[in-house]
């Protein structure tokens, strides 16, 4: 009668311990709880106003990430195992991840995971267009890696789910040095006089007599918008050039070109 007590008792403690153990690892990823880093994968770790991506570059351990203080957090990055790495989110490149029936996640310009729950949007599929609609600059698509992406929620994000999925990187025009047929996404812009994609709009113009957009300015042989003209320092062409010289006037201090009117680079 003893023994069949003791292996009552016994019994009841195993399954506790598995349901308590159970529900620490199902509630990790949380910066509360801390992070688990797979094997051979990448997630984001955005603690305590330090985000990186870490990349278990390991075959055969799984690493548990403390992240409750930022003192753990802190001593993780300065201590971490020798297959694993960290790369800054704000070096990331621009990323989508897509999940059937989740809002669509993607990276905002510091690199962090993110989603804009007042579209609800979800990504058809890991395309370009996917990628136009959160980066209108995208002039092309291609896979990056299978990252664990965390807190991914229904349409008007409801719920939340982790999950490790196929991410896409999103290459802007402003990143691209390729060719001008290449150069096709929203707002992208060739610049003939020195080969490159932009989004500014005088960027792309030539000559002296193309570079006509609004707030367009010709400047030693180069066509400028008004928001670099301060960092230009050709006094002769801002006293003399009469594309625009009654608008012009040098400041010798900030060795700046001001423009007076509708535009001030001051």
């Known amino acids: 009668m003893k023994k069949k007590n003791i292996t009552k008792k016994l019994i009841f403690f ?37 985000c990186y991506q870490v990349n278990n570059t390991g075959s055969a351990n799984d690493y548990f990430i403390p992240t409750a203080t930022s003192t753990e957090w802190s001593t993780f ?35 962090v995971w993110t989603q804009d729950c007042s579209t609800g949007y979800s990504g058809p599929s890991y395309n370009l267009t996917t990628c136009q609609f959160f980066f209108p600059e995208a002039i092309s698509a291609s896979f990056y890696s299978y990252e ?15 999950s490790l999925k196929p991410t896409l990187r999103c290459t802007l025009c402003t990143e691209y040095a390729g060719d001008y047929s290449s150069c096709i996404g929203a707002s992208c812009k060739w610049h003939s006089y020195s080969p490159g994609c932009s989004i500014d709009d005088c960027f792309t113009y030539g000559d002296s ?58």
């Open 209 to 266: 007599t193309s570079c006509t957009n609004a707030g367009c300015y010709w400047v030693s042989s180069q066509c400028f918008s008004a928001a670099t003209c301060k960092e230009l320092m050709y006094e002769y062409e801002c006293l003399h050039d009469p594309a625009y010289a009654s608008e012009c006037e040098w400041d010798s201090i900030n060795l700046c070109c001001k423009m007076y009117g509708a535009l001030d680079c001051g």
């Open 14 to 50: 195993v399954v506790v311990l598995i349901i308590l153990v159970g529900g620490l690892v199902f509630a990790l990823n949380t910066v509360s709880t801390g992070f688990r880093a797979n094997k051979s994968t990448y997630m984001q770790v955005n603690a305590w106003s330090n």
């Open 148 to 162: 664990w992406v965390f807190n991914w929620t229904a349409s008007g994000c409801s719920g939340s789910s982790d």
């Open 77 to 111: 990055r300065t201590n971490k195992p020798s297959d694993v790495s960290l790369t800054a989110c704000s070096s990331m490149p621009y990323r989508i991840a897509v999940w059937e029936g989740k809002v669509t996640k993607y990276t905002d310009a510091n690199g």
